[in-house]
């Protein structure tokens, strides 16, 4: 891609920073050529990669290379785009909200710094990817097992601040945080919690320090870099015991939250339990030409004969219960008589003990087979997910799931969604597959994305996470006070990073540089 | 998981302008052009071990980009580390540029000089294919 610069930068102070850039890393390590910027583009983007195109890309080795970087940033006025491995796939990727922006690519910041087997965590950089940490846990055979999301070619460290999620009772990732080193936008350093201590032996033990608690102040935003982060890991189990169904029919979803919620908050189910309509699962090994060329979005009678066709339900659900086999022995049986008031089918049981082979576990063991699903349309696949958070009752989730598929339907794409259980609320996954050279399809799924924000918002839901096009539109709908979080959150902006040069536009958040850049 | 089904081969789908990059870059069609290069078995070594820990991730048995490609091409085509009929640029070229569901790689993830090395470890000739590659999953 050509170069486009950032507001306000002219390309010879633009090229002074990169040179000066150079100067703290080396030349090899500052990328911006055409195809340097081409990679660090929104790979899946719905047929808008191009307002995203970065300026370049800079990779330091060393959070002290990260606090050069950054103080430079100030000194020439050019912004950066934090990433950790740039796997935010579905969300972005590696791409800036603001073009021109220089991607901060912390990629050859991977070491795992410490492992504690005894207190469950580990302490690492952000270029720490799902598949190192699982490496090095197995081959150090250390007992401790990660939460894993679904498609894990990302960083652990970058998963979390984005507050991705697994399917492990730890797996809010983002919950499992605990003590990070951050560089701030004016290239100062601190640690957070008691990390704050020059002696502390509890950095990673006990969140909160001293006053305010920072941690969650640096997740989903724009305030700080990153450069290490303590992560909570899970003991491995003596054992477990998965319990998966079938369910027939698309209201089937409504009772089995209304069921399991309560065994979630009670503790008799401690993990997020996925609850995904099937398409999912065709779309990974399927084609959709196999089933079906109209346009519009895949009829009902059409997916039937598919799912009749495997044996498949209209929702699929994997329950784990993890511990001593007496008691997930126990609460299988309490699961399988709230079902039973519903249902005459019986679970398909799968139990693993520890010595077993992990990959049967319901461990995070990372993979990027969920990927697949982008092959779904054919050609140069692409998704992206829009992801509402709403209270986990039947009430709520059966209105948002018929008022989205008739969504999908009115606009012509495929149905895709999932609802993953936690405590007190379920995530709501909506998937849009599409072919990325497909511009007709790609237009409409961008046209879905605003009227599905807009509709959730009607209803007070937000998205727990969302991609880099869309974020102004969901802070948007945080509207309390007329907007005082945004008042908040920018009046914080400004005075920690008084020259807007970390991640203009993140999650809807504007420095005064570029307020003027909001969508 | 549903049964395996016949799968129809997906046709090999490429943007315009990805075949054009390839076209200019490697000239599509041409016979594979054979390295006359003398072979270092150590930097072959190396290249082996980089991509299981750089491409693993997709494309060792099992894998996501393995399981597309047996989709697309056949299973004979499917594991990268087993075919014979890829040059080294147009490794190179497809690293960076990606292709169908497989997105550009960085060269901070993939630096040129480990790239260098992959794509001579996939485009080795006959002779340096005793014993066949190692095509277990990723630890």
């Known amino acids: 891609m050509p170069l486009i610069l950032p507001p306000h930068v002219d390309e010879k ?11 703290v890393v080396g030349r090899q390590w500052v990328l911006a050529t055409d195809e340097d910027r081409y990679t660090y583009m929104d790979i899946y983007a719905p047929g808008d990669a191009e307002t995203h195109t970065p300026g370049a890309a800079v990779g330091p080795a060393s959070a002290e290379e990260v606090q050069a970087i950054v103080r430079l940033a100030n000194e020439y006025k050019v912004p950066l785009w934090p990433i950790s491995r740039g796997k935010n796939l579905g969300y972005g990727a590696a791409a800036p909200v603001m073009p021109g922006t220089i991607v901060l690519d912390l990629g050859r910041m991977k070491k795992i710094i410490d492992v504690d087997e005894r207190y469950g965590y580990c302490v690492l950089e952000p270029g720490v990817g799902f598949f190192d940490l699982f490496a090095h846990l197995q081959e150090n055979k250390i007992p401790l097992w990660m939460s894993v999301p679904a498609n894990a070619w990302g960083s652990v460290v970058g998963n979390a601040l984005e507050r991705g999620y697994g399917y492990t009772p730890y797996g809010e990732n983002t919950r499992n945080i605990c003590g990070m080193e951050i560089v701030l936008p004016t290239g100062d350093m601190v640690r957070t919690g008691t990390g704050a201590m020059s002696n502390s032996p509890n950095w990673h033990l006990f969140k909160y320090g001293f006053g305010p608690s920072w941690d969650q102040v640096f997740a989903q935003s724009n305030f700080g870099v990153v450069t290490k982060m303590g992560m909570w890991l899970m003991p491995e189990p003596e054992a477990t015991l998965g319990l998966r169904m079938q369910l027939p029919n698309p209201d089937d979803v409504g009772w089995a939250i209304d069921e399991l919620q309560p065994l979630r908050l009670n503790g008799v189910l401690q993990q997020n339990p996925s609850i995904g309509n099937s398409l999912r699962v065709v779309a990974s090994q399927t084609p959709r030409s196999q089933w079906y060329q109209g346009d519009g979005a895949l009829p009902d009678d059409v997916l039937r004969t598919i799912l009749d066709e495997y044996h498949l339900g209209w929702w699929g659900i994997d329950l784990r219960l993890y511990g001593y086999d007496e008691v997930n022995e126990a609460h299988a049986k309490i699961i399988k008589a709230a079902f039973a008031k519903h249902t005459q089918q019986e679970f398909e049981v799968v139990k693993w003990h520890r010595g077993d082979p992990i990959q049967n576990s319901g461990a995070g063991v990372p993979a990027t087979n969920a990927l697949q699903i982008i092959n779904w349309r054919g050609g140069r696949g692409g998704h992206v997910g829009f992801s509402p958070v709403l209270p986990a009752n039947s009430e709520h989730v059966l209105r948002q799931f018929h008022s989205t598929k008739k969504r999908y339907e009115e606009i012509g794409v495929d149905y895709y969604g999932s609802f993953t259980l936690f405590d007190r609320y379920a995530i709501n996954v909506n998937m849009m597959v599409y072919d990325r050279d497909d511009h ?21 839901y937000s998205e727990y996470r969302t991609h880099i096009s869309f974020m102004d539109d969901v802070a948007l ?37 570029y307020r003027g850049s909001r969508a | 998981m549903i049964p395996r089904s016949p799968l129809q081969a997906l046709a090999p789908y490429l943007s315009f302008a990805v075949l054009m990059t390839l076209a200019i870059s490697i000239g599509l069609g041409h016979p594979r052009a054979q390295s006359k290069a003398p072979l270092d078995p150590a930097k072959l070594a190396e290249g082996d071990k980089l991509f299981h820990a750089r491409c693993g991730y997709c494309h060792l048995a099992g894998g996501t980009g393995t399981i597309m490609l047996g989709r697309r091409l056949g299973k004979d085509r499917a594991l990268l580390a087993e075919r014979t009929d890829l040059t080294a640029e147009y490794v190179k070229k497809i690293t960076r540029v990606g292709i169908n569901g497989m997105p550009p790689h960085t060269r901070i993830e993939v630096p040129d000089s480990e790239l260098d090395l992959i794509a001579a470890f996939i485009a080795r000739p006959p002779a340096a294919r005793t014993p066949a590659a190692p095509a277990e999953s990723h630890p």
Not at chain 1, 13 to 23: E, H, I, V
Not at chain 1, 443 to 458: E, G, S
Not at chain 1, 487 to 493: A, G, H, S, Y
Request: aromatic share 8%; hydrophobic share 40%.
């Open chain 1, 13 to 23: 102070t633009f090229q002074k920073a990169l040179d000066a850039f150079a100067g």
């Open chain 1, 440 to 460: 007709a399809l790609t237009k409409k799924v961008r046209d879905l994305f605003k009227v599905l924000v807009a509709d959730a918002a009607k209803e007070g």
């Open chain 1, 477 to 513: 709908s945080f509207d309390y006070n007329n907007h005082a979080m945004r008042r908040l959150n920018e009046t914080v902006k400004d005075a920690l990073d008084p020259n807007g040069v970390l991640a203009p536009g993140k999650q809807g958040i504007w420095p005064k540089t």
